[in-house]
């Protein structure tokens, strides 16, 4: 008989002090939070068939992903073109200069 009566001081006494830490915190944290107008806006969630957590299809994922790739490789592609056709410019004018004589020291020396 005496383990039942300070089981039930223990858990009387556990059970208040819970109550107390639950009152703090729905008094001092949880005061600007409605929790019946959150539950009824997810219940009307519920019912007109819209889940709690969006949906994305992993096709739609993947399609945005390669997307995403295309324009990254197009744009590479841009510049390497660019670039071959300023290499070719400069090829191209350096053919369109006239033919200078290049001197070199044993050229300009007088045979003997």
Request: proline letters at 4%; aromatic letters at 6%; zero cysteines.
């Amino acid at each position: 008989m005496e383990l039942y009566v300070k089981f039930l001081a223990s858990l009387a006494f556990g059970l208040v002090g819970v109550g107390m830490v639950l009152k703090i915190l729905l008094e001092k944290l949880f005061s600007e939070w409605d929790a019946f107008a959150e539950l009824g806006q997810r219940l009307r969630m519920l019912s007109e068939g819209r889940a709690l957590a969006p949906v994305e299809r992993t096709e739609d994922v993947l399609l945005e992903i390669e997307k995403s790739k295309q324009s990254k490789i197009s744009t590479r592609l841009v510049d390497l073109k660019r670039e071959q056709l300023k290499e070719l410019s400069v090829v191209e004018h350096r053919l369109r200069l006239p033919r200078q004589a290049i001197l070199t020291p044993s050229s300009s020396a007088v045979p003997s």
